[in-house]
Each structure stands twice: as C-alpha cells, then as structure tokens.
C-alpha cells in the first residue's frame, strides 16, 4: 500500500477505530473495517504444518499434513530444503485462506529441559537463523506471511509469561538476538511475534530497545509486530514500543486504555498511528495476495513430509554397519512406537494430522518383521509381561530395531522436563535386549536430547526427532537403505544433563533467571571446557563415506572489510550416493577478549554420487571474525590470525588454515596513566619513545614480568626522572598515533 493510500485512510479512522486495529477480532483474525474496505486478516500456527481451527470447537483443527518439527528439519543443514518446506505450507495456508502462519520459531536450545526445544532449531544461532530465512522466503514465495517467533529470549516454558531472562548485552547479541536478525535482514518476515517473558525486566511486549532500537532501527524491519497470545502486559507502553498487534482479542478492554491514553496525552497519537499503519500494511497484502480458488494436494504433501524427515534424521551409531537392515534377515520391531509413532510436540503447534504412517504400516510394503510393544506410552510402569515378550522376540531375531523415545507427557509446550531421562521402562527395555541380541538398533523419537545409558550396548542408533507424519515411512527408508542418511546433529548431545552450561542456573530463581553462562552455549561451552559429550554438534554419519581435501582461501590476509573465500574438495569414497554437510568453523587465534575455542560460520550441504568430487565454497564477511563489544556497542573485529576451520563436526576437524585480518581495531580504548605497560608496548609506539621508556624500565626487551605493571609507575619507579608532564606528553603521543 503506498503511503497516500494509508495516510487518507488513517485520516478517516476515528480513534476509537485506530485503537481497536490494534487488536485482534478472535483468536485468529484481525478485525475489518467495511466501511473503509479493509479486510480481516486470518493468522494460524505454525510453524511444521497448518493448525487452523475449526471455527465450531475451539479445540479442533481441520486435518493438516504435519511435517517434521524444527528439531528435525535443523539437522538437515539444508536452506533448500526448508525453502521447499516453506513453499509447501505457503500453498497449503492459501487453499485455506490463511494469510500468515505463526512461525518459524528460532530460540536457542540454552537448555535441553526446555518443553519447546522442539520446536526450535538449534543451540547456534547462525544455523537456526540461516534454515529460518530459508523457510520465510519459501513461504513467503507464496504470498503467505511469516510470524518469526519468540523476540526474544524465550528459552525455558517455566514461568514463560513473568520470568525475566537475564541476559547481558554481549550474549543477547551474540546467541540470542542473532538468528533473528539474520533472517529479518535477510528473508524480510511480514511480522515478528515478541515473546511472553521479560528481558533484564522488561516485557518482551513493551520493550522499546528490541522492538523499535533493534528491530526496526538497527536491522531495518518493515513489517508488523504482533504479540504472542496473551502477552500483553501494559498496552499503552507497547504501542509506544512498536507492540502494532495485541493477540488474540482482549475483549475491547486494551482498545479503551489506548484510546484514554491518547485522550491525556500519555500516549503519543503518532505512535498509535504508526501501529494503525503497520496492521494496514498487513491487510492489504492479504487483500491483494490470497487467490480464493486454489486447491491443494495433501497426499503430495504427505509425501513431501516423509522426503523431509529422511534428509533429516541423524545416524549417530553404526558398528559392524549393522545398517542398512538386510531384508532376507529375521528381524524384530520392537517398542510402541513402531505402531504409534510419536511424531510431533504437544501445544500450539499440534496438528490434526492428515495421515500417520507407522513403522509397522510401512515395513509391511518390505519384509515381514516380528513385533513386541515392549512398554506402554501412557506412563512409566514396568511391565514385566510386555518386557519378556519382547526380549523373547528379539532373542529369536537376527536384528531387533528397538523403536524408543519420549512419551508426549514428558515433553510438550507449557512445562519444562524435570531430566534428561528416558522413561526407565524403556531403558531397562533396551539393556534387556541388548543383553540377548548382539545387534541391536535403537530408533529415537525425541523432541530434544536424552540420556542413553545404553549406548556402548547397542550397534546401531538413528535419531528421528519428532519427525512428522510420515515418521514411520521415513524411518523404513533409511533402516533397510533406500534412503541414504544424511542429517546431522544441530544441538549437542550431552553425556549427562547436569554437563549442560546453563544447569547451575536454569531456571533461575523468584521471578528471574540469570543467563550467566552467558555466550558459551552448546557446543560453544563443551569445547572451551574440554567436556566429552555423547555425540557432539554437527556430527552425523552415512552409509557411505566422504575425503576432504585442497583447502584454499582467495588472501592469507585482508581488510576487516573485504570479503574471504574458501574452498575445498570433497569426494564420496564410498559406494553409495549419498550427501555431506560440510561445516566451515572460525577460531580466533589471540583474542584480547574471551572467546569460544570455535565458531560455526558457514555450512553447505552436497550430493556426491561414488567417486565423485566436488568443490564447496564459502563467503566470509567481517561479521563472521566479529564479536559485540558492550563498550562499543557495535560488532568489532580485532587484528590478527584466525584459523579457518573445516569440520565434519565441531569435534572432527579435517583441514584447517590460517587468515590474517587487518582491523583499525577500534576495541582499543585511549591509553591513560592506569594502562599497563603491556597496553603501551601493543600500540607500537614510536622508536624514540621506547628510547625513553627503555631508561626506566631497563627490561623492556623482555617485558614478561613488568608487562602489567601501570604507567604511573614510571614516575615512582624512575627517581624523578619521569614527571607527570612527560607522562602525559608520551601518553598523548601514542594515543593521537594511533587514532
Ligand atoms: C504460543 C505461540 C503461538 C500462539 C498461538 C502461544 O501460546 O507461544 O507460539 O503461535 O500461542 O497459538
């Protein structure tokens, strides 16, 4: 809409009008004004398949396809793959008129407890950025909106709409803040949705710095701000903090506040008339955009959803390649969850699914396969005949594929889990067969981590997440190999819970929770520490076998503000096709400020048939050598040597070279007479000055002892040799030297 047309119908809304827009009509749609022919706009979750309810129960959705959840479709690696994905839902909302879908979700996995880890990407913030901007330019492709959700810092479901995340600004920046600012600047989602909780006190809702300083000023975003459901605290501070859209409707009650704060004076009538533009703006996309006769074909889509979910799940264990499953062998499925798969999370993102495959409706098309439950879904009640059927059944196997995972009461939005536990029936149930059946496999249906006391016992282990509708099918393809796995881990797998950095402090105390881990999250933490995890970050393998060779940059240095290529060669040395994720890892070598041991900043994904090679390239940019300065308040990169690391996980490091970057390093503060002489000496300052320092400090060629010591010290240290003044005098000089 262009700025006329909205500045004539913003000057014919009274102000009752105005403040009413800035709510929703129901839970789902923004509310019309036929008079000036603005429609109503339909919003539906979100994010893995469309949940639009039926408008005559609330607690129906009309069937949808459910595509794998987020925790699934990270691990593909693959901005290809979420861009189809983003398409597919873009068309299934048009033929259902919906205009925007609520998501994608893109918080940081600080914690493995956290109940809507699975609706998150990653622990890092460039891979979940990177997979969201894919996703939002898929469905936006379509003419469909996006909602990219929760802004920000919503990373634990306990007290989600009261507590306050503690966070401080360098970590905010550089863990929490990122995945959202690369996908607004690079993918442009029509809306944002802020998060329920507060951030170092402030509601997300009514939070000028986040809404406005930082979403709007800083990385330009355009589109409208809406509220998640319920999150509105003050509505009158909102709307000056760049809160457009409260949802869903509150009854009128908010409208009245805004109209009497406008009436007093409190409220600006401009800001009010900025949101009023903003929901505008968003109308009439969706008048101009949704065709009303297009149809969809949700059997494709069931498909789409079992393709996703194979380039998705990770192989995480394959001794003997017990894997793929020969189908002449005499196998046994074992584990409800072969017959009713777990495969998706519980909350606002539940979809009234269109079709569920089974592991056991899928394998028939295969082989035939004995089956035992094992173990019930519905609690953690040992059940001895259940568990002797199946160890039985696995003895008389030649393989058992043990189909495990979490139950959906332990895991869902609205609560944390309490551990990081399997439920015991079911860890006792693998040690059990283990102990008769040499091969066994175990299949995880899981929406975040667990623990697996089991692990050195079994042969096999493939990580499904929660992995759609089409779980079953899926799982089918890559067990008996007509689908080469090819996912890899976008979290890291800890040994046990209490390894997790944020375990000391999650989930914080009264109404608050310190984020004093700050930017060491994930795999950010295990490797600074040197903890051994159970698999790390970015690890994942296949059924056939990859070299990497021939590292190259374009520069062995440049400027911070030119740009570096990489590239390198990768051959499948196996005899399979299959597809690689090749992950590009910065280090920064001297950092004057602390730093994690590596930092993913690239990562591509490649199809090689055998013997076949291909080069992969990457682009680096200064941001990708940069840390936030909180004195600054700006990113900054330093001058020196960084390692340009080429992983095929975060731990398994296969090339490596060295870059050196050159910066006006603006980190460095003006020297003063508390510098130390280490400080002094790093200026590089001047051979006559040195003369002069050298007459105090004799030992200056070799610094290492006095290197700490102030400046002052020069005029204690040097019997009246050095005054003030000419302290002063020499300070000034490095420093205009320098600047
Ligand atoms: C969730 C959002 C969701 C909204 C609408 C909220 O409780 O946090 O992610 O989009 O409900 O269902």
């Given amino acids: 809409?262009?700025?006329?047309?909205?500045?004539?119908?913003?000057?014919?809304?009274?102000?009752?009008?105005?403040?009413?827009?800035?709510?929703?009509?129901?839970?789902?749609?923004?509310?019309?004004?036929?008079?000036?022919?603005?429609?109503?706009?339909?919003?539906?979750?979100?994010?893995?398949?469309?949940?639009?309810?039926?408008?005559?129960?609330?607690?129906?959705?009309?069937?949808?396809?459910?595509?794998?959840?987020?925790?699934?479709?990270?691990?593909?690696?693959?901005?290809?793959?979420?861009?189809?994905?983003?398409?597919?839902?873009?068309?299934?909302?048009?033929?259902?008129?919906?205009?925007?879908?609520?998501?994608?979700?893109?918080?940081?996995?600080?914690?493995?407890?956290?109940?809507?880890?699975?609706?998150?990407?990653?622990?890092?913030?460039?891979?979940?950025?990177?997979?969201?901007?894919?996703?939002?330019?898929?469905?936006?492709?379509?003419?469909?909106?996006?909602?990219?959700?929760?802004?920000?810092?919503?990373?634990?479901?306990?007290?989600?709409?009261?507590?306050?995340?503690?966070?401080?600004?360098?970590?905010?920046?550089?863990?929490?803040?990122?995945?959202?600012?690369?996908?607004?600047?690079?993918?442009?989602?029509?809306?944002v949705m802020c998060s329920y909780n507060r951030i170092n006190g402030e509601y997300a809702s009514e939070n000028k710095k986040l809404l406005t300083d930082i979403l709007r000023k800083e990385w330009g975003f355009k589109g409208l701000v809406m509220s998640d459901w319920g999150a509105v605290n003050d509505r009158v501070k909102g709307v000056a903090a760049g809160l457009d859209l409260e949802m869903p409707s509150s009854g009128g009650v908010n409208d009245s506040e805004i109209v009497r704060a406008v009436r007093s004076g409190v409220l600006k009538e401009s800001d009010l008339d900025q949101a009023v533009e903003n929901v505008l703006e968003l109308a009439d996309r969706h008048l101009v955009q949704v065709p009303e006769d297009h149809c969809h074909d949700w059997d494709a889509d069931h498909e789409f959803a079992r393709q996703v979910e194979c380039e998705s799940m990770v192989l995480l264990k394959n001794e003997d390649e017990i894997l793929p499953l020969n189908r002449q062998d005499k196998i046994a499925f074992i584990g409800k969850f072969a017959e009713t798969p777990r495969y998706q999370g519980g909350g606002s993102s539940h979809i009234n699914a269109y079709r569920v495959t089974s592991a056991m409706e899928a394998v028939q098309q295969?082989?035939?396969?004995?089956?035992?439950?094992?173990?019930?879904?519905?609690?953690?009640?040992?059940?001895?005949?259940?568990?002797?059927?199946?160890?039985?059944?696995?003895?008389?196997?030649?393989?058992?594929?043990?189909?495990?995972?979490?139950?959906?009461?332990?895991?869902?939005?609205g609560f944390d889990r309490k551990d990081m536990k399997l439920p015991e029936c079911q860890n006792r149930l693998i040690h059990e067969v283990a102990k008769v059946q040499p091969n066994t496999v175990v299949v995880l249906h899981n929406g975040a981590p667990v623990e697996m006391p089991w692990v050195n016992e079994v042969k096999g282990l493939l990580e499904l997440y929660l992995g759609g509708e089409a779980v079953g099918a899926a799982a089918v393809d890559v067990l008996f190999g007509f689908s080469n796995p090819c996912g890899k881990l976008a979290e890291t797998i800890p040994v046990k819970l209490s390894d997790n950095p944020s375990y000391l402090f999650y989930s914080g105390e009264g109404d608050t929770v310190e984020y004093r881990e700050g930017i060491f999250v994930g795999y950010r933490y295990y490797e600074k520490k040197g903890i051994p995890v159970q698999f790390p970050f970015g690890y994942g393998l296949s059924y056939t076998t990859f070299q990497y060779s021939d590292l190259e940059v374009n520069h062995s240095e440049i400027n911070e503000n030119g740009s570096l290529s990489v590239t390198l060669k990768v051959r499948n040395t196996g005899k399979r096709a299959g597809k690689e994720i090749v992950q590009l890892y910065v280090k920064d070598h001297q950092s004057a400020v602390i730093r994690p041991v590596k930092e993913l900043k690239g990562f591509e994904k490649i199809e090689l048939n055998p013997g076949e090679a291909k080069i992969v390239g990457f682009q680096l940019d200064r941001r990708a050598f940069a840390y936030y300065s909180e004195e600054l308040q700006d990113w900054c990169v330093q001058d020196g040597t960084y390692e340009i690391l080429i992983g095929k996980s975060s731990r398994d490091i296969e090339l490596s070279t060295t870059v050196r970057i050159k910066s006006a390093s603006k980190a460095r503060r003006p020297l003063t007479v508390n510098s130390t002489l280490g400080e002094f000496l790093a200026c590089h300052p001047s051979e006559e000055i040195l003369g002069t320092l050298k007459r105090i400090f004799p030992n200056l060629e070799d610094p290492t002892g006095i290197r700490d010591l102030p400046l002052r010290t020069a005029i204690s240290f040097s019997n009246g040799l050095v005054t003030h003044e000419m302290l002063s005098k020499l300070i000034n000089q490095v420093n205009s030297n320098v600047n």
């Fill in 1 to 191: 809409m262009n700025e006329q047309k909205k500045k004539e119908i913003l000057s014919q809304l009274t102000l009752e009008e105005k403040a009413s827009l800035c709510s929703g009509a129901d839970f789902w749609h923004t509310k019309e004004v036929k008079r000036l022919g603005i429609p109503a706009v339909t919003v539906s979750d979100g994010p893995h398949g469309l949940r639009q309810e039926d408008p005559k129960d609330h607690n129906k959705s009309y069937p949808a396809v459910c595509f794998p959840s987020a925790c699934a479709t990270a691990c593909s690696f693959d901005r290809h793959l979420l861009f189809e994905l983003g398409e597919v839902l873009g068309s299934e909302c048009r033929s259902q008129g919906v205009s925007v879908i609520l998501g994608p979700a893109v918080n940081i996995k600080r914690t493995p407890l956290c109940g809507r880890n699975f609706e998150y990407f990653s622990e890092d913030p460039l891979l979940a950025g990177e997979l969201a901007a894919a996703y939002i330019q898929g469905v936006q492709s379509q003419k469909v909106g996006t909602s990219i959700k929760h802004f920000c810092a919503n990373n634990q479901e306990e007290r989600r709409m009261t507590v306050s995340a503690e966070v401080d600004e360098r970590t905010l920046r550089e863990i929490y803040l990122t995945a959202f600012e690369l996908a607004v600047k690079k993918a442009k989602p029509w809306t």
């Fill in 366 to 413: 295969v082989t035939e396969v004995t089956y035992a439950p094992g173990f019930s879904i519905d609690d953690d009640q040992q059940d001895e005949a259940l568990l002797q059927e199946a160890v039985r059944a696995a003895a008389q196997a030649k393989v058992a594929v043990i189909f495990a995972g979490l139950p959906e009461y332990i895991e869902s939005e």
